[in-house]
């Protein structure tokens, strides 16, 4: 299947600082990219939709705000977790798809907050 | 929310085919069901989707029933590496922009 490369697959942050994760598209278009995230043993939380040069639409409970999503390129789209907290730390994945076919989805991000 | 339903968990001996069941009652006519698996602490990995045609892959195949309101997925030989989350969705294919949900999937558990 077609290949969504994230990273880094684990970052540590101090609290209040940002963080940035990449997800990149290797061998296709991704239109269309989305982001989850997942605390353990849970299922993933979709937080925002994004299309290519649009801005991302939220999920509802999602602070844009805090969670910034850039979809500039047909290849790349960046999440920023801003002024992180502890209660930030999470797996952060994303998912990329091209037209109509169906997503695929990055190793996923480990992010811890101390 | 999702609008599946699946059992919590499963267990499978390795060798033998594993049939994980998925409920989609409320599934609309332009629905797809699609099939992801998730390996502890890796990102989901796509396996298989249908409309209502029963599909076969390298990977598994996937039983939809006549009236669509429910599916199977089918791994014909479990191995261990089969261990996992599995995740049944069902969306729209005609729209790329339109949301995967994820509901609370099966836990595949395959016994040596």
């Known amino acids: 299947g077609a290949v969504v490369s994230q990273h880094p697959s684990r970052v540590i942050c101090k609290s209040g600082t940002s963080v940035k994760i990449e997800c990149r598209s290797l061998?296709?278009?991704?239109?269309?990219m989305f982001w989850y995230r997942q605390f353990p043993k849970k299922s993933l939380m979709l937080m925002a939709t994004s299309n290519e040069g649009s801005k991302a639409t939220y999920e509802q409970g999602v602070e844009k705000d805090k969670f910034l999503i850039n979809h500039a390129s047909l290849t790349l789209s960046t999440l920023t977790v801003t002024s992180a907290h502890p209660e930030d730390s999470s797996f952060y994945i994303c998912?990329?798809?091209?037209?109509?076919?169906?997503?695929?989805f990055g190793q996923g991000t480990r992010l811890t907050v101390v | 929310d999702a609008k599946t339903t699946q059992p919590p968990s499963m267990d499978c001996a390795e060798g033998r085919a594993a049939n994980l069941p998925c409920n989609h009652s409320?599934?609309?006519?332009?629905?797809?069901v699609y099939w992801y698996r998730q390996i502890h602490s890796q990102g989901p990995q796509y396996i298989i989707h249908?409309?209502?045609n029963n599909e076969t892959n390298e990977m598994a195949s996937l039983i939809i029933t006549e009236d669509r309101k429910s599916s199977t997925l089918i791994l014909p030989h479990a191995t261990l590496r089969d261990t996992a989350v599995y995740y049944c969705i069902v969306r729209p294919a005609t729209s790329g922009t339109y949301k995967y949900i994820f509901g609370t999937g099966t836990r595949l558990k395959v016994l040596a």
């Open positions: 249908g409309l209502k």
């Open positions: 998912s990329a798809s091209e037209g109509d076919t169906e997503a695929f």
């Open positions: 409320t599934i609309s006519g332009n629905e797809y």
């Open positions: 061998d296709f278009q991704a239109t269309t």
